[in-house]
């Protein structure tokens, strides 16, 4: 590639209008945040919203949560360089709301109010349930945060062409004051109205870039997919490895750890999003259950949509752009879908689609720190500390001063990984999600021997052994992509520790119940699984 074909990857479009729409988007969100934060004023209408918003629009604000820049620019990229391999992350996020719809969703808003850790305790010992859910709750959070934020710094390069570090770490602390500034105003409702605003934007603009690839190769996929493998092809006299990106085995080659690494990776995903606090949390927002299963069945149509779109925009990519431009830019594999906007519509598309993915990030952020600081005030404060004496008003001052504390962290931590691979980071965000939460969410649900001593081995076990087996995996050291590539403590040999951390959670679930004795109340079960089938009990809706 010669400097000149370098600097047009690199530079693309025209960072003033990406600024300006951006801002747009800001103003426009931040209006409707002042005025749906003017309603809030209990604990139930800063947490969950007032329970007021219906299953098609809490579904779409689902897809919001749900759709971080990870599925809008990775995998649009990851399909444009891996082909096959790459859409297969597509499928993995999109088949786990199955396991969301017919196991948690439901029953989660029955028996909860605020939290996770609601349904966790119900009829274990509050303390130390509460406690461990809520150290989950937080990890998940900041990991997940902590990418979003990272991953900004990264954008900004390519979109604003900001180079600079200190140019990126700006960047990065205004994402975090801007996210900072929605929880606190808007809450619940405002932060859910974001939610909306920004998966309606990025599913139409993800769908109108769709059509323009369609149209472009006059609406036949076929030729889409045979241009993408010519220009793959083509592209390896450039220095890019030769690739069939219509088959498998691009990014996860033949060899047996490639394989098992593909299958805990897809553990995690499709395991994961049922235990993701954020997206848990969502289901309280509806005023009853049947709007709990409405909201994932409309979920599940806009985001199966949107990785539809992903398809044909990643492999359009691919023919447009080329792979060897793609992994040339500033951004990386996270710039295809940036560059391909710029190929299909100039200046003008690349800025909607840069708003688009700086909303995205902004959006998911919000949601993310609004659920951590729900998780403390609620569950470690009111309920551990204060043994729940603890008003609903003082809850949410609380909630407020932790969502100040969780952005700032989150800022400084964004800033110290920008530039670093953070992809490891959302994985371990799901890993952590189907391990320490997803065994003890169902074992709750579904086992009425279930008990305190199970849920305790099972969320810290699961929650310590992720960790553990990712700091020593091949994601943090030991090769060139690694977060450390200079040290080497690889000693497990999988990116991703689904494939073992997972089956020990429910295995030390199932132990811990059997070694702990019956410490559960009776009663308590029963009650729960009344409630959880049939609504009898469940937390009313406040208003509308």
């Known amino acids: 590639m010669t400097h000149l074909d370098y600097l047009a990857a690199t530079k693309v479009g025209n960072p003033v209008a990406n600024i300006g729409i951006f801002a747009l988007f800001v103003v426009v969100t931040m209006v409707i945040v002042i005025r749906a934060g003017r309603g809030s004023a209990g604990a139930a209408d800063y947490f969950t919203g007032g329970r007021g918003f219906s299953g098609p629009q809490n579904g779409t604000a689902i897809a919001g949560d749900y759709l971080s820049a990870a599925s809008f620019l990775g995998i649009a990229g990851a399909v444009a360089v891996y082909g096959y391999d790459g859409f297969l992350y597509s499928i993995g996020f999109l088949v786990a709301w199955l396991v969301a719809l017919l196991l948690v969703a439901e029953m989660l808003r029955n028996t909860g109010k605020f939290t996770m850790a609601d ?325 709750s649900l579904f086992w009425r021997r279930f008990n305190t001593t199970g849920a305790l081995w099972s969320m810290y076990g699961g929650l310590i052994s992720t960790i553990v087996l990712i700091v020593f995996s091949p994601a943090v050291s030991g090769n060139a992509g690694a977060m450390l590539p200079h040290s080497k403590f690889d000693w497990f040999p999988l990116s991703n520790p689904g494939i073992v951390s997972i089956p020990l959670a429910f295995a030390l679930g199932v132990l811990g119940t059997f070694l702990g004795g019956r410490n559960e109340d009776p009663a308590k079960a029963a009650e729960m699984e009344v409630r959880a089938l049939t609504g009898v009990g469940a937390e009313k809706a406040v208003g509308h």
Do not use: C
């Open 119 to 443: 349904v966790l305790s119900f009829r274990l010992k509050q303390g130390p349930v509460r406690t461990a859910a809520a150290l989950s709750t937080l990890a998940v959070s900041l990991f997940y945060l902590l990418a979003q934020m990272a991953g900004a710094g990264g954008l900004v390069a390519l979109l604003l062409d900001v180079t600079s570090k200190t140019g990126q770490a700006v960047v990065i602390a205004v994402v975090g004051v801007l996210m900072i500034v929605y929880v606190l105003v808007g809450g619940m409702k405002g932060t859910t109205w974001v939610q909306i605003i920004k998966a309606a934007l990025l599913i139409v603009g993800a769908a109108f870039m769709t059509v323009l690839v369609l149209a472009k190769f006059g609406f036949n996929l076929s030729d889409i997919l045979g241009s993408a493998q010519d220009t793959v092809h083509a592209a390896k006299t450039k220095g890019v490895a030769a690739r069939d990106v219509l088959a498998p085995g691009a990014q996860y080659g033949a060899n047996g750890t490639s394989k098992l690494n593909f299958v805990s990776l897809g553990l995690a995903l499709v395991l994961g999003t049922a235990g993701l606090p954020h997206v848990l949390m969502r289901f309280y927002t509806v005023p009853t259950a049947k709007e709990a299963r409405r909201s994932v069945v409309w979920a599940i149509g806009l985001i199966g949509a949107f990785y539809l779109f992903t398809l044909v925009l990643g492999y359009g990519a691919a023919a447009i752009v080329g792979p060897d431009r793609i992994l040339g830019a500033a951004g990386g594999q996270n710039s295809a879908a940036p560059l391909l906007a710029f190929e299909l519509g100039g200046v003008v598309l690349l800025g909607i689609i840069s708003a688009v993915a700086f909303a995205t990030i902004l959006a998911v952020v919000a949601g993310l720190t609004i659920t951590a600081s729900t998780s403390f005030a609620h569950d470690i404060y009111a309920s551990v500390l204060k043994r729940g004496k603890a008003g609903e008003r003082e809850q949410v001052r609380v909630s407020r001063i932790t969502a100040v504390v969780i952005g700032v962290l989150a800022i400084a931590l964004g800033i110290l990984a920008n530039g670093q691979n953070v992809a490891f980071l959302v994985a371990l965000a799901f890993a952590v999600a189907a391990s320490a939460n997803l065994p003890t969410i169902l074992f």
